[in-house]
């Protein structure tokens, strides 16, 4: 029988991964990835949650449909930065991008 | 023809106009207009002289010239018998001189503005005689002064002549300071400078006697100042470096007499203060006998003639004060002819010898026959004898005094009758006979042209008639035409008009004795009183006394003036300009180094920091979300664990 | 048999989430999300949370990661290409996330959970349904207007204008 | 009159500015006939306004009124009465002839006369404001101008000259601003009209009244410049080129006695009769100071300076003794001054042309090489000295008869005052013979005449002075009514 504990160590590791691939990554598209993996493993957590501590009412379930909502809008505004970046600057690289220097 | 006598005046003004204009560069034109000028001017006097002598006047015609609260002061023509009398004298004296100077200058190169000045001089002369109040004299007083400062200089290039020029422009200006303040005072006492409105005060005692004596001594030192009386009387002597005619006629026969011709327009003033009168007697007694003394040593003829003149002017001065306005302007003009002829005659010795110094002459009667006569005519005429025009107005100077009772300023005339025979003689007899004692003069000299000679027998005919208007047993002559309130006529003194000859003749005898008999030797004469002649011959230091006084004095004070505007005022405003400039560097030095030291010490230290911290700034979003989660780690780590 | 499952679940998660972030190769790394997020799904159904599992397929595995395909399909650039796919920050961030899984996992066991014993509603579809109509009608909402406005936003950012 | 005269008097030189501006920089001889074409306009005008002027009555005519910044009851209020249409005369006649004089300027010949044409905005401005802050502004746009003027086109120490020029004025406009902002707060309600101000002068506490006369009269003092604030003016006159010379001597120093004429005087009349001795006092001094002074000069433009502080020392001494023929000999002094001083600066300018040297001992007897010159020279020289005949004289006489006519000052600083008369015939003679007179100095054989344009400056001059000197009662007539009114508003 798996425990809630399971589901969050689960979460844990699947938030380090994400948050290890926005750090360390080059490509935006593979940062937009690892940001994916981050929704997921905090739906996870949601969903343990709801189903361990409060199961009547689903408030877990209806955060994470809120969540994945968010997360499409996400996806969809970052993607369209991402086609812009390339196609004004021919490049995809985060690091190329810092232009936010002083 | 009276109601237009400023018609008189203005004719010269004209012909000045119309020589500048015009004529500048025509002798024949300039001379032409000019004389044409001043004959005209000439022949109207004649008719006004005849007008007054019908009625008296004074005829008054007004004219507005300013007019505000507070101040009126109009100009007008006021012609008495005096002014009448003074327009036949000034016209007569500057035709003679005009004509003359044809003659004279010929040659100059400046001909024509010679001529111009003269107009000039005429103009202001002739306005100054016909002027209706005491603002309008001032007026003309200043303009023959200036006629008088530019023909003084007219040869310019000598420095002597310029030198004389500025002189005489700034001692009678001294003078006239006098004038004004009196003109100030009587206009602030009467409200008015016309002449017949503060006679019409001054007789019903509307004006306070303290008040008239001031105004009257301070309008009289104007007269000193033009007069060349005691102690203005320095520039005459100067003035002579003018060109003769000049001399002739402004300092001998016409501006110079302005200040009698004053003294006796301020008569009602010195009638009724005693104390200005008795001032002016004895300043007019002391020139008298000042100016008789140097001219006893003086070598130079004009010199000698300016002191006779500066002498003959303390006379008129001396009668005036005394009471004696007939006597005085009585002599001026007879005066105004015989002194003219002389200066005239002296001008031609000199165009002729080509000097001044009668030392260097001698003998010239042989050369010049008519200015010879001439000039001892003139002579006999100054040293009073019988019965030339100068021995009626020296009487009637004589009586005057003695009938006011000052017996020892009639002594001391009388001596001065004496002096003047005698260094009048020994200007004639030095100059015109004995031998040459300059052989190289004597042989150029020859007698001058006819423009020359005629007006000297012109003159010399007055010199001896002028007189006889005013012979004391004539009841209907000059004593009845011009006189103070009412004629005058003193009896005959036969006791002084002897005493007066004796003198005159003693004087002539003197001189005889001494240049032409040559029994009394001058020389010696000199060497025996050494100190009185030294005194004499150099003036009575009066020039040396002034220049190591007053104009050392204002020499110093100018110096130390501008020394103290440099060096204090405007050392001052300096100081505080470099005050500030100083201020302004201190602060800028704290600014710099204090408050903009903090200032940009902040900067510094923040750019020195911010040089660190830049690095971290790498505009690269996961170096950012790195240190996020680093913060992450340590604030689970230090908050929780 | 139930652990067994999340173990599976478990490790098929993790291993193609770190190839994810790990793969040269970005179209791979697609590939190994959409396997990821399968992993997910599966998890919901263990969960219970059928309705979640069903939009995760549809939304995610359909949705979003077709669209990520595509947008690495338009750049066209590093399939395959020997370049560097990691910043210069592996190693630290690595170290930085080690440390913090170990502190959410400490965190994590060391929390004593007050767990319900209840059951959940199955289906769930119905449940959620009324309750974004009733409860949560205005999050909903805006939830609606933001995927609009992203929706918009997005076109308009990657118009070529 | 309906036709906004004044206005126009204002800017059309305003206008003759910006089209100078226009201009090519290398068209001289056009940026020069341009400019004096302006000018001449506005002399023109200035005749218009003397012939149109009534000078029977003291009310202030040609007046134009219009609100400008009305919270704060600005308003652009000009007029003009007997003390300001003569001085509008001379304005309009001295930068006329001073820039035809300045024909000679080869140096950035454009920015000098728009410079000329600005500083005549401000003049003319200055002398028709009616308006506190519209004097103000107009008083202190004359500066600047004034500054670059003497500060390019100036002589060896032009800077210093400019800076001392600006500063000391500065502070001086400075003052008049307090004594200005004090009346403003002073009255209730709050105006800054002149003759508004004066219609009030009774509401005035003596004290307040001392106090703004002082800082007022600091103001126009040193414009004037009376003893002791006059040693900016022998350095800003020389190193000045001549035509600045000649406005700055002209018509600037006027304005400080205009000022004191047209404001101190009849908005603080208990002050004004105060202060009346000091006031007399201080014009002799400066009187018998300057021609001291002026004696003891080497330069022959530094004399003519320090003649002036002489002179204007004149003014102050007939404002002092608070007579209407005090007023008026002072207001004459002021017209004569600005045609006497004017022309002696052209003059020097002329001979300094020629010779490059201003040294009274480095010429001599050159009267003989050049008469003409020589002529008009000696012309204006007796007129300083107050030659009956020319215009000096009048105002002399004026101003003494009026002074020692008063009752408010002691008749012993007049009597001392009259020595002025003869100190300034020294310095005058002494100037005319070392430079004209005595030995030719050989130096000088290439001397030339003046030319047509240089007589073209001077003639007019010339006749004025000659005119006002014989027949002073256009000037007298047109002046009266209004100094009368002034007088009576002081001594009541």
């Given amino acids: ?102 | 023809m009276i109601e237009y006598s400023y018609i008189i005046a203005f004719l010269p003004l004209l012909s000045y106009a119309l020589i500048v204009f015009f004529f500048s560069k025509s002798n024949k034109m300039a001379s032409g207009v000019a004389i044409t000028a001043v004959l005209t001017s000439f022949v109207l006097s004649t008719i006004v002289l005849f007008e007054v002598l019908a009625d008296h006047g004074p005829h008054i015609f007004e004219y507005e010239w300013i007019s505000m609260p507070g101040l009126e002061l109009p100009l007008s023509i006021y012609i008495d018998p005096l002014a009448a009398v003074m327009l036949m004298v000034v016209t007569i004296v500057s035709s003679c001189v005009h004509i003359y100077s044809i003659g004279y200058m010929h040659g100059d190169p400046r001909f024509p503005r010679f001529f111009s000045f003269l107009s000039l001089f005429t103009f202001s002369m002739l306005g100054l005689v016909i002027s209706g109040t005491f603002f309008a004299t001032f007026i003309f007083w200043e303009l023959v002064g200036l006629t008088s400062y530019l023909l003084i200089g007219f040869w310019f290039e000598k420095k002597v002549a310029a030198d004389a020029g500025k002189k005489a422009f700034i001692t009678t200006k001294i003078g006239d300071l006098g004038f004004l303040a009196g003109l100030l005072i009587l206009y602030a006492a009467a409200g008015t400078l016309n002449y017949e409105d503060i006679y019409h005060l001054i007789e019903h005692h509307q004006i306070p006697v303290i008040i008239l004596s001031a105004a009257g001594i301070l309008l009289f030192c104007g007269a000193v100042g033009k007069s060349a009386q005691f102690p203005l009387h320095v520039w005459l002597p100067d003035a002579m470096e003018g060109p003769t005619p000049v001399s002739a006629l402004i300092h001998a026969a016409t501006m110079v007499a302005a200040g009698v011709y004053l003294t006796a327009r301020i008569m009602s003033i010195i009638v009724v203060s005693e104390s200005a009168a008795i001032t002016i007697a004895y300043i007019g007694g002391f020139t008298a006998l000042m100016a008789a003394s140097i001219g006893l040593v003086q070598n130079d003829i004009k010199r000698v003639l300016a002191y006779s003149t500066v002498s003959q002017l303390g006379y008129m001065i001396l009668a005036l004060g005394c009471g004696g306005y007939t006597a005085g302007t009585f002599h001026l003009m007879t005066h105004a002819f015989f002194k003219a002829l002389l200066f005239l005659g002296a001008g031609s010795v000199i165009h002729a010898a080509h000097t001044n110094d009668i030392q260097e002459m001698g003998g010239l009667a042989k050369k010049m026959p008519i200015t010879s006569k001439t000039f001892f005519i003139a002579s006999l005429s100054i040293a009073g004898i019988f019965p030339l025009s100068g021995f009626w107005s020296k009487d009637e100077i004589f009586l005057s005094i003695l009938e006011e009772g000052h017996i020892g300023l009639l002594i001391l005339a009388i001596v001065v009758a004496g002096m003047t025979a005698f260094y009048m003689f020994r200007l004639c007899f030095l100059t015109f006979t004995g031998e040459p004692r300059n052989k190289e003069k004597y042989e150029h000299a020859h007698e001058s042209p006819n423009t020359m000679t005629y007006p000297l027998i012109f003159l010399a005919i007055l010199a001896v008639c002028a007189g006889w208007v005013g012979i004391p047993w004539l009841h209907h002559g000059y004593a009845s035409f011009v006189y103070h309130h009412h004629p005058h006529h003193p009896h005959p003194n036969y006791m002084l008009m002897l005493i007066g000859t004796i003198v005159a003749v003693g004087g002539i005898y003197l001189a005889y004795l001494m240049y032409y008999k040559r029994s009394i030797d001058p020389v010696a004469m000199g060497a025996r009183f050494k100190g009185i002649y030294t005194f004499l011959f150099n003036k009575w230091w009066f020039d040396e006394l002034y220049m190591g006084t007053v104009i050392r004095f204002v020499y110093w004070f100018m110096e130390v003036l501008y020394r103290f505007d440099q060096g204090v005022i405007d050392w001052f405003v300096n100081f505080v300009g470099r005050f500030g400039l100083f201020n302004a560097r201190f602060w800028q030095t704290f600014d710099v180094y204090v408050i903009d030291g903090a200032v940009n010490g902040a900067g510094i230290v923040t750019r020195w920091f911010a040089g660190g911290l830049r690095k971290i700034q790498t505009g690269a979003v996961q170096n950012y979300a790195f240190v996020v989660f680093l913060g992450v780690v340590l604030f689970i780590l230090f908050r929780f664990m | ?161 | ?492």
Avoid at chain 3, 3 to 13: E, K, Q
Avoid at chain 4, 319 to 328: D, K, Q, R
Wanted: charged fraction near 10%.
């Fill in chain 1, 1 to 102: 029988m798996a425990t809630l504990e399971h589901y969050l160590i689960l979460s844990a590791i699947l938030f380090c991964i994400g948050v290890f691939g926005l750090l360390s990554r080059r490509n935006a598209v593979g940062i937009l990835m690892s940001i994916e993996l981050m929704f997921n493993s905090a739906n996870i957590n949601f969903v343990a949650f709801s189903k361990f501590i409060n199961p009547d009412i689903l408030t877990g379930q209806i955060f994470s449909v809120f969540v994945i909502a968010i997360a499409a809008a996400e996806a969809a505004v970052g993607l369209a930065i991402v086609v812009l970046l390339y196609r004004n600057f021919d490049i995809v690289n985060i690091d190329k991008i810092n232009f936010m220097k002083w």
């Fill in chain 4, 1 to 492: 009159m309906d036709f906004p005269i004044l206005t126009y008097m204002i800017f059309i030189p305003l206008a003759g500015m910006i089209v100078v501006m226009l201009l090519n920089k290398e068209a001289h001889t056009l940026i020069r006939y341009t400019s004096a074409f302006f000018s001449f306009v506005v002399f023109i005008l200035s005749c218009i306004l003397v012939a149109n002027f009534d000078g029977s009555t003291a009310q202030l005519q040609f007046v134009e009124r219009a609100d400008w910044i009305p919270s704060l009851g600005i308003t652009y209020y000009l007029g003009a009465d007997g003390i300001s249409v003569p001085m509008l005369f001379l304005t309009g006649m001295l930068s006329f002839l001073s820039i035809v004089a300045s024909f000679n300027i080869t140096n950035r010949v454009k920015e000098y006369f728009a410079f000329f044409l600005l500083l005549e905005v401000g003049m003319v401005g200055v002398f028709c404001a009616l308006d506190f802050f519209l004097f103000y502004i107009f008083w202190e746009v004359m500066l600047v101008p004034m500054y670059f003027l003497i500060g390019i086109w100036g002589g060896p120490r032009k800077e210093y000259a400019a800076i001392k020029f600006f500063l000391y004025t500065l502070f001086g406009s400075v003052l008049m601003l307090v004594g200005i902002i004090a009346l403003y707060f002073y009255t209730d309600p709050h105006t800054l009209s002149i003759p508004e101000l004066i219609a009030r002068n009774s509401m005035y506490g003596y004290t307040f009244q001392l106090i703004v006369f002082a800082a007022f009269f600091i103001g126009f003092a040193i414009k004037v410049p009376v003893w002791p604030f006059h040693t900016w003016l022998p350095d800003a006159h020389v190193e000045a080129p001549t035509a600045v010379s000649v406005i700055l001597a002209g018509v600037l120093l006027k304005m400080g006695t205009y000022g004191l004429m047209r404001i101190s005087y009849p908005m603080f009349p208990e002050a004004g009769v105060y202060y009346a001795t000091p006031v007399a006092l201080l014009g002799m001094i400066a009187i018998i100071y300057g021609a001291f002074v002026s004696m003891a000069q080497k330069d022959l433009k530094k004399l003519v300076a320090y003649s002036s502080v002489s002179h204007m020392g004149y003014c102050m001494l007939g404002l002092g003794a608070l007579t209407t023929a005090g007023f008026a000999g002072c207001m004459f002094q002021m017209f004569s001054h600005g045609v006497l001083t004017g022309a002696m600066f052209l003059l020097v300018g002329v001979l300094y042309d020629r010779a490059h040297t201003r040294e009274i001992a480095a010429f001599g007897g050159i009267g003989a090489k050049i008469p003409l010159y020589t002529g008009i020279f000696i012309l204006f020289g007796m007129g300083s000295l107050g030659l009956p005949g020319l215009s000096g004289f009048v105002s002399e006489f004026m101003v003494f008869i009026g002074a020692f006519g008063s009752e408010y000052i002691a008749t012993w600083i007049v009597v001392v005052s009259i020595l002025g008369v003869v100190l300034t015939a020294g310095y005058i003679l002494r100037m005319v013979q070392r430079v004209f007179l005595g030995p030719f100095n050989t130096r000088w054989e290439d001397l030339t005449e003046m030319n047509g344009r240089e007589l073209f400056t001077v003639i007019p001059l010339a006749i004025f002075t000659i005119f006002i000197g014989v027949y002073p009662k256009p000037l007298v007539d047109m002046i009266t009514a209004s100094l009368d009114n002034v007088v009576r508003i002081v001594t009541g």
């Fill in chain 3, 1 to 161: 048999m139930e652990l067994g499952v999340f173990y599976i679940l478990a490790a098929v998660i993790v291993v193609s989430g770190l190839l994810v972030v790990t793969l040269k190769n970005i179209f791979h790394s697609a590939l190994m999300l959409i396997l990821c997020l399968f992993g997910v799904a599966g998890i919901y159904i263990l969960l219970h949370a059928d309705f979640l599992a069903a939009v995760q397929v549809l939304l995610y595995v359909g949705g979003v990661t077709i669209l990520m395909i595509f947008a690495i399909m338009v750049t066209h650039q590093l399939t395959g290409k020997k370049i560097k796919h990691y910043n210069e920050q592996p190693v630290p961030a690595g170290l930085i996330i080690l440390s913090l899984l170990i502190l959410l996992i400490v965190s994590i066991t060391r929390t004593a959970f007050e767990v319900a014993d209840k059951a959940e509603p199955m289906p769930t579809v119905a449940v959620i349904g009324r309750a974004l109509m009733t409860d949560y009608v205005l999050p909903f909402e805006v939830v609606s207007v933001v995927l609009l406005v992203a929706l918009i936003g997005a076109i308009v950012i990657a118009r070529r204008d």
